[in-house]
């Protein structure tokens, strides 16, 4: 279903679970597939903060990749139809997302202003619609399974979203959101080192909050250096539920503990001095480990591994010698 959509680009397959596992990938697709003995083998120590059985792992991938935008999906989503019928190509939509400039700094009503058929709308200041903002994320959103958490899931089990919303809107500025890795693409250059997805599964007391996560973080970097993050199209069809009594096990500490991380977020302030993302995140991992670990000890060790992240992927990525 993929093919026609995927095929012109470069994989990057991030095998979770039992590296002994093969897992077969259909011919004619240009990939690399990493499984946990390649992380350990590339990272050696650093390799302690990617996770290990939670979606968290996915995030590996962004760290080798050498290519300008990322595009992330999980195994269970498939190519949606729009509703006149026609296989929804998320690729190009992400793309066109990534490439024309984000409003943040004050909503246009008639949503994304730079679609085909829309504009900025009446007394839209005309100094901001130059649109200087990059716009290094794109969320993309979901047909069938909506992504829910466990307790709407358990309440709501039958639900289904049927409703296609054809709009792409800029997040506005100082506004957080939560962002699921399912349906996800951004500009690596732009924010890519904020794209850690933190420390989830196996051996953490919790999981399923690896997006969120790094969405919370990412939106407060973008608002730092003046970037946005568009939500909306593009659609696709998300097949499974998984079961709502396992994800509860996996993520109701995150339930309890975000009533203290959204406002942690909500105020944090970056310092004139962090220009670059890596010193935005760096400064963030001082928050986190400063503010967040009264709340449990496991935000000292999250903050330590956000530094970790930062020097692994300054390892693998040097800075391009002049
Ligand atoms: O041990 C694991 C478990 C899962 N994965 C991969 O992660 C994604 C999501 O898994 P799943 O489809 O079961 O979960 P959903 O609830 O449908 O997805 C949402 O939950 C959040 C996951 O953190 C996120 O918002 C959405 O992705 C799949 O690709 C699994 O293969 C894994 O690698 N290891
Ligand atoms: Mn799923």
Redesign the pocket.
């Known amino acids: 279903m993929w093919r026609p959509f995927l095929q012109p680009y470069h994989l990057i397959i ?1 095998q ?2 039992d590296p002994t596992k093969k897992i077969h990938v259909p011919e004619g697709y240009d990939y690399e597939l990493y499984n946990r003995n390649d992380i350990n083998r590339i990272l050696g120590p650093k390799a302690s903060c990617i996770s ?7 995030c590996f991938g962004y760290m080798v990749s050498k290519k300008k935008y990322i595009f992330t ?5 498939f190519v949606a139809k729009d509703p006149a019928g026609k296989a929804v190509n998320a690729l190009e939509q992400h793309i066109k997302n990534l490439l024309c400039p984000s409003t943040p700094l004050f909503f246009n009503t008639l949503y994304d202003p730079y679609r085909e058929g829309a504009d900025f709308v009446l007394r839209y200041p005309f100094s901001l619609r130059e649109g200087l903002f990059h716009c290094a994320g794109s969320h993309g959103l979901w047909l069938n ?1 909506p ?2 958490d466990a307790p709407t ?1 358990l309440v709501k089990p039958k639900e289904r979203n049927t409703r296609y919303v054809d709009a792409v809107m800029t997040i506005p500025k100082g506004t957080l959101f939560p962002m ?3 349906n996800l693409a951004f500009d690596r250059d732009l924010i890519g080192p904020a794209m850690y997805f933190g420390l ?3 051996g953490q007391p919790i ?6 996560w790094a969405g919370w973080c990412i939106k407060v970097i973008c608002d730092h250096l003046g970037l946005g993050v568009k939500t909306g199209l593009p659609y696709i069809y ?1 097949s ?4 709502p009594f396992v ?1 509860l096990k996996k993520e109701y500490k995150g339930i309890f503990w975000q009533e203290d991380i959204i406002p942690f977020f909500q105020n944090v302030k970056l310092s004139k001095e962090a220009t670059t993302v890596q010193q935005c995140y760096i400064e963030l991992s001082k928050m986190v480990k400063e503010k967040l670990s009264s709340l449990d000890p496991y935000f000292d060790k999250l903050a330590d591994a956000m530094v970790t992240w930062i020097e692994a992927w300054d390892e693998l990525n040097p800075p391009a010698t002049a």
């Open positions: 991030v979770d679970g290990f059985k939670d979606s968290a792992c996915r999906i999980d195994d269970d989503c399974i992504d829910y899931q699921c890795g399912m989830m599964g196996d999981g399923r909050y690896d997006d969120m998300h499974k539920a998984s079961n994800n």
